[in-house]
Every structure is written in C-alpha cells, then in structure tokens.
C-alpha cells in the first residue's frame, strides 16, 4: 500500500515536472516571438519615419515659411497644424493608393519597385551634389499683416502648389509604403507621418533656436549626407526584394 503511494507520488511528480518543463518552453517560445514581433514593428515604424524625415528636411518655401511665422508668431499653431494634415493625407492616399492598385495589379510590383529604387538612388545623388554646394537658408523677418483666412490660403498654396510634394508623399512614400501590408503597412504610415508632425511642430515653436542653426552651411551639408544615406540604404532593401 506504501510503495503503490510513493510510485503515485512520484508519477505525479514526474507528470507536474512535465507539464511545468512544456509550460516554460511555450512562454520561452512566446517571449521570443512577442520581442521579434516588437522588434520588426519598430524597424518598420523607423523606417517610415526616416524615409519621411529625409524627405521634408529641405530647404524649401514651405519650411522657409513655417520657420518665418514660427519666428514672428503669426498664427503659429494653426499653420504647423495645416502643413501636418496636408502631408499626412498626402502620404496616406500615397502608400493606400499604391497599395489597392497593386491588389488589382500584382504585376505592377515589380515596376514601382524599379521606380522606387531609380527615384530614391537620383534623390540621394542630389542629396550628394547639394552637400557639396554651400546652402544657407536665407528669412526675412518683416512683419506681414495677414489676417486668418489670408494665412489659412497661403499656407495651402505655398504647400500644394509645389510639385516635390506630389513626388514625394504620393509617389516616393507611396511606392514604398505599398510593399508593407496590413499592420506593416499602418506602422509605416505611423512612422512617416510621426516625422512630418514632428518636423513642422518643432520648426513652428522652436523657430527662434534653429534659424540660427539652419543659417550654418555644415547644417544643411550633414541633413544631405543623412538624406542620401537613408536612400540609398532604402533602395538597396528595394534592390533585394527583386
């Protein structure tokens, strides 16, 4: 009767140890998985975020303007706010876009990939020659009287009516946003348009520290390096998706 209790307990006990030996290596596996999971989604969320940095780091009529409102207080928020939300449409119809024509066109994968890669290795060879070529951004701080629909229908010219813009949310961001799907997709989109919020945000409010800071030729000459290096670190993932 005692040794048929100890060979219960001790199956038991052989059993629990199983059970508890399986239990750790599910939450080991689990544990591996969630931190892999986490991992790509930031590298995703970077990316989209770099991509879209690059991009509006420019010396630009747009950037030239939020800086100058920014630096005299005109409507300061309401401006950075509307540069926001037009660029965030753009880059999402962008990537959205592109991504339903390739949901009704799978062939066209490999034409926007080539598109891609040439647009991003020409805009990093630009990015090169401009950083070989003195820049400094030039403001006039001369104080305009322009009241809330004047400032609200300049800033949606100054914004829309330049072409790069196109270019760079629908097409560039859009081209390469379409090769994410699903969350991947919206975590790209989060990244990039976290940048553009960021960027004009900071340019608005913090115009009176970086003026003196993008009026430097070295400032410009290191965003360009930066430029270039994020694409063509962005074409070479493209190349190896042929």
């Given at each position: 009767?005692i040794?048929q209790?100890?060979?219960?307990?001790t199956?038991?006990?052989r059993v629990g140890?199983?059970i508890?030996?399986?239990?750790t290596t599910?939450?080991?596996?689990?544990k591996?998985?969630?931190?892999?999971?986490?991992?790509?989604?930031?590298s995703i969320f970077?990316?989209?975020?770099?991509?879209?940095f690059s991009?509006?780091?420019?010396?630009g009529a747009?950037?030239?303007?939020?800086?100058?409102k920014?630096l005299?207080?005109e409507h300061?928020f309401l401006?950075?706010l509307i540069c926001?939300?037009?660029d965030a449409s753009?880059?999402?119809?962008?990537v959205k876009g592109?991504?339903?024509?390739l949901e009704l066109?799978?062939?066209f994968?490999?034409?926007?990939?080539?598109?891609?890669?040439?647009?991003?290795?020409?805009?990093g060879?630009l990015a090169?020659k401009?950083?070989l070529t003195p820049?400094k951004m030039?403001?006039?701080?001369?104080?305009e009287?322009?009241n809330?629909?004047q400032?609200i229908?300049?800033?949606?010219?100054?914004?829309?009516?330049?072409?790069?813009v196109?270019?760079d949310?629908?097409?560039?961001?859009g081209?390469?946003?379409?090769?994410?799907?699903?969350?991947?997709q919206?975590?790209?989109?989060?990244g990039?348009?976290s940048?553009?919020?960021i960027?004009?945000?900071?340019?608005?409010?913090?115009?009176r520290v970086l003026?003196?800071l993008f009026?430097?030729?070295?400032?410009?000459?290191?965003?360009?390096?930066f430029?270039?290096?994020i694409m063509?670190?962005v074409?070479?993932?493209f190349f190896?998706?042929?």
């Amino acid at each position: 009767m005692i040794a048929q209790s100890v060979e219960q307990v001790t199956e038991n006990h052989r059993v629990g140890s199983s059970i508890l030996s399986q239990a750790t290596t599910f939450l080991n596996s689990t544990k591996f998985i969630i931190n892999l999971i986490k991992g790509y989604s930031i590298s995703i969320f970077l990316q989209g975020f770099l991509v879209s940095f690059s991009l509006i780091v420019a010396i630009g009529a747009q950037n030239i303007y939020v800086l100058k409102k920014g630096l005299l207080k005109e409507h300061t928020f309401l401006i950075a706010l509307i540069c926001f939300l037009l660029d965030a449409s753009l880059m999402i119809l962008g990537v959205k876009g592109v991504g339903k024509i390739l949901e009704l066109y799978p062939s066209f994968f490999i034409y926007i990939t080539w598109f891609g890669i040439i647009f991003l290795v020409l805009y990093g060879l630009l990015a090169l020659k401009n950083a070989l070529t003195p820049q400094k951004m030039q403001i006039s701080t001369i104080k305009e009287k322009n009241n809330l629909t004047q400032t609200i229908v300049a800033t949606l010219a100054i914004s829309l009516l330049n072409p790069h813009v196109y270019l760079d949310t629908l097409m560039l961001v859009g081209s390469i946003g379409s090769h994410f799907k699903g969350l991947q997709q919206n975590l790209f989109i989060l990244g990039a348009i976290s940048a553009s919020f960021i960027w004009f945000f900071s340019l608005a409010y913090g115009s009176r520290v970086l003026i003196p800071l993008f009026r430097k030729t070295l400032t410009w000459r290191l965003l360009d390096i930066f430029t270039a290096f994020i694409m063509f670190y962005v074409a070479y993932k493209f190349f190896l998706e042929i």
